[in-house]
């Protein structure tokens, strides 16, 4: 059977609230709002450890000049986070 690694817990956490806080997600307000539990957020950071495109998401964030209007396509989370917003 084979075993996909996982990446940095801390890395992807902080990944996934920056994508959010370009596309002017609060996270912690959806949580507090009901429309994210916390099961979801940390399935949410799974997810992203899970997935290959972490060097991808560093070079979108620091190219982000104005509120992204979604996520990127290749983010595990992009469905997700378009909700989100």
């Not at 990446?7 to 009901?34: N, P, Q, Y």
């Not at 916390?38 to 070079?59: H, K, L, P």
């Amino acid at each position: 059977m084979a075993r996909t690694s996982l990446g940095d817990i801390e890395k992807h956490f902080w990944l996934t609230r920056s994508v959010a806080r370009c596309m002017g997600v609060s996270l912690t307000e959806a949580m507090v709002e009901g429309r994210l539990s916390a099961n979801d957020y940390a399935e949410m950071v799974t997810r992203c450890r899970a997935a290959e495109c972490s060097e991808n998401c560093a070079i979108w964030l620091s190219i982000q000049q104005s509120q992204a209007l979604s996520a990127p396509e290749f983010c595990a989370n992009a469905k997700t986070l378009n909700e989100l917003r």
